[in-house]
């Protein structure tokens, strides 16, 4: 099977900036963000009252830093995202509230890290009601309801549904309303994060949903979110979000509960994947160009320790390439893949591990193989499989190109290991 390719499969530049020039610069393999293509997502949503980052898809500092500066706030699945947060400059409190910690259990460090700093919490479980009442009787906090559906573009990545760990059951509404009011605690959130992409007659249940919990919870609700699950066009049949048609349909929820209950109802998105995707390209260089029979392999030196979406997923990424030299105009069928030791360490595969082919521009050693909208879910799965260092990461801002993360070494590789004394 043969893969359909986006964009033109040829770039000589990012943002820009001449590829060969990044790559001598930074080496390879190493993620590039463009910082306006973030900007402009932002702006995207401005609608919203509140546009809250779903961090876990890129929390570099430096992207963090430029979302907090552009008005935005943050989501923290745990306490080293809290952490990341603050270093970034966002505070614990506020209106609306900087950063939300939103987990389905609480481990101990989490705990306490809420508990000392007053963060906003989006519990997912009765038991992080009970945990959170215990240390902080009249507080306030946020349910994330599973409505009892979902929706995702795989198995993986659907968040509601029975066969979802994630939110609180709906039909445990009411168990966890006396829970609450046993330790005083008020909920004045609802959140729903099912991920309806493009599909709006799914969407309109979520809201139908939210509205319906809504009423059962009564009028301290003060914030619903809508979550996440915003679609990021990554092939050329993919439609792109039509984003007054979501806002619409929410604000229509909220207006209704408005008017239930006679006060304003703030209404959050949660993005994670549309505001970075776009922006972001692994710069990797060919390595080998080899034949496996009547297949032909472009080897690069990034792999799934780099990019983990199309092994987990069979996720696609457009590719291009960049030539360090001559180039031709001439384009064949490739398989990519990485340097690990691993079979399954190819880029072009679908979802199940089928390996396909893309049709790019015939290539050789030493030129560039750039993986397109790979700013989000990208550098934060990253491992040290095969001990290969973790790569750089590039913010591309206008002229500048600013390095926000080093290279690992060697030396990161085993820091914290240690040999037993004999
Ligand atoms: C609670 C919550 N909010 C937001 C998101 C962001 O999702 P996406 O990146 O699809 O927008 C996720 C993703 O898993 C999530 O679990």
New binding site residues.
Partial sequence: MTQSTKFSTTRSEISGHAIKDLAERFGTPCYFYDAQTICDRIEQLRQFDVI?F?Q??NSNLAVLDLVRRNGVVV?A?SSGEVFRAQKAGFDYTGTPSPIVY?ADIFDREALDLVVENGLHV?V?SPDMIEQYGQRVPSGEITL?INPGFGHGHSAK?N?GGDSSK?GIWHEELDECLQLAAKYQVTVTGL?M?I?SGTDFEHLSQVCEAMKTTALKVGSTIRVI?A?????TPYRDSDVGLDVDRYYQLWDKTRKELEAEFGHAISLEI??????V?ESGFLLTEIRAVKKMGKNLFYLVDAGFNNLARPILYGAYHPMSIAFSGGGSEETQPVIVGGPLCESGDIFTQEEGGFVCSRELPVAAVGDYLVIECAG??GYVMSSNYNSKPFAAEVLLDGDSAHLIRRRQTPEDLVLGESIPAS
Avoid at 227 to 231: F, S, V
């Fill in positions: 809250r779903a876990k898809a989501d699945v939103t989006n997912g994330r990545t968040t994630h959140h994060h991920g979110s979550g996440g699950g915003l679609p949660e993005p994670g994947r549309f505001l995707a989000a879910y």
